[in-house]
Each structure stands twice: as structure tokens, then as C-alpha cells.
């Protein structure tokens, strides 16, 4: 819930720091179609890194001002035991489960933030020509809880930019083709053939279940 009011305040708050927000929430589109369908739609093509640098998009902000950057909010957000919560955002305590592995974490410095379409992805898959207000409006996405999610550290650098024909979690991978569908239906990225082979032939076993979005672009 607090991740959730948080991005309310960062639409706010973000043309305050000069951040764009990707889209006024008046204006928001939902889609909504099975994961069969949404992984069909997803638009094909070839990959460009050209360019990329990760400096391109900026994270980890504090958007709403409230002392809390991207990462704690995360932390807070998907903690199991809630962290005590001291000025300037200091977290003490709290427990964490990773759900890529199932380790369990009260040592919040092994949890990493994971994009789950990671920055040098996104950037192949169609935010290489967004401006880098946009850029930094993803990667610091918390309008969408499918957008960040905390996993152990060692596990997403395994991960580390590699889409889910290169790569897939351990453990409840329908669940990460959900979300990793879901993240590129909100901001219209695009798939390559490897990528959507990989997506149709997971999800064709998966769960019939819909897939409701809130576009941010």
C-alpha cells in the first residue's frame, strides 16, 4: 500500500525535481488480456544497444521527498517483517523473501532491487529513443509493484541484463513471466524473436489467468 500512495505523491513530486512522469495518472490506459494474448501482442523486434550507457537512466531517486529513495521504498514495500523506520529513511531490522531462489534475507544489504526487464533490456527493447525524464521515470517505477521486486543480490547478477530466453529464476517462473510480460505491456517495449518464442512457449503452461496493466506511456 505504501509503494502504492508513494507513486500518487511522485506524480507530484517528480516535475519538482525536474523528472517528467511518464504519464498524468488522468490519463492512464489499462490493458487487459490473458498472458497468452498479452505475450502474443508484445510488438517484435530485433534488439539495439547502441548507445547504452547505465548512467542513462537514473535511480535510485527520492521522488516524493520524503527522505526514502527508490530502493528503500522497495525494501519496505515487499519486506515479510517490516524494518523499523528512523530518519532519513534508516531501516532497521525486517525480513525479506527472494523469490527467485526462496532464500529468506534479515540482512537487508544481500537483497538487490531487481529490474524485472533490466535498463540495458529496455533500452534494446525500445527506451533507447525515450527522453531521459522517461528514463528515469522507469527506473524508478513504483506505479506497477511488478516493475521492482527484491531478490537475493547474488541471484540477480546472474540475472544480470539477460531476457528470459537467456535466462529464468530457479522457482516461480510462471509468476516472472507474468511480470515480465506485464512490465513490457505498461511501457509498450518491444520483444525480440528469442524473447517472445521463449514467453509463448512458458506461458502456454502457465495459469489461464488475465493480465490487468496500467500503461505508463
Known amino acids: 500500500m505504501r509503494r502504492l500512495v508513494h507513486a500518487v505523491v511522485a506524480a507530484v513530486a517528480l516535475p519538482l525535481l525536474g523528472i517528467v512522469p511518464a504519464q498524468p495518472a488522468a490519463a492512464a490506459t489499462t490493458y487487459k488480456a490473458s498472458l497468452r494474448a498479452a505475450v502474443a501482442a508484445l510488438p517484435a523486434a530485433a534488439e539495439r544497444r547502441t548507445g547504452y550507457a547505465r548512467s542513462a537512466f537514473t535511480h535510485w531517486v527520492d521522488a516524493d521527498g520524503d527522505g526514502c529513495d527508490t530502493r528503500n521504498e522497495v525494501l519496505i514495500a515487499e519486506a515479510v517483517t517490516r524494518p523499523g523506520l528512523g530518519s532519513r529513511c534508516a531501516l532497521a531490522g525486517g525480513k525479506w523473501v527472494s523469490y527467485y531462489d526462496r532464500r529468506t534475507w534479515t540482512d537487508r544489504g544481500r537483497i538487490d532491487i531487481d529490474h524485472m526487464v533490466p535498463l540495458a533490456e529496455a533500452w534494446d527493447s525500445g527506451a533507447g529513443t525515450w527522453s531521459a525524464a522517461m528514463r528515469t521515470a522507469y527506473a ?78
Open 140 to 217: 524508478n517505477d513504483l506505479g506497477d509493484p511488478r516493475s521492482l521486486v527484491g531478490v537475493t543480490d547474488s541471484v540477480n547478477r546472474s540475472k544480470s541484463d539477460r531476457d528470459p530466453a537467456e535466462w529464468l529464476p530457479t522457482y516461480d517462473r510462471c509468476r516472472y513471466v507474468r511480470e515480465w510480460t506485464a512490465v513490457k505491456v505498461r511501457w509498450r517495449l518491444t520483444a525480440d524473436t528469442a524473447e517472445k518464442a521463449t514467453l509463448t512457449r512458458l506461458a502456454a503452461s502457465c495459469p489461464a489467468v488475465v493480465l490487468t496493466v496500467a500503461r505508463a506511456r
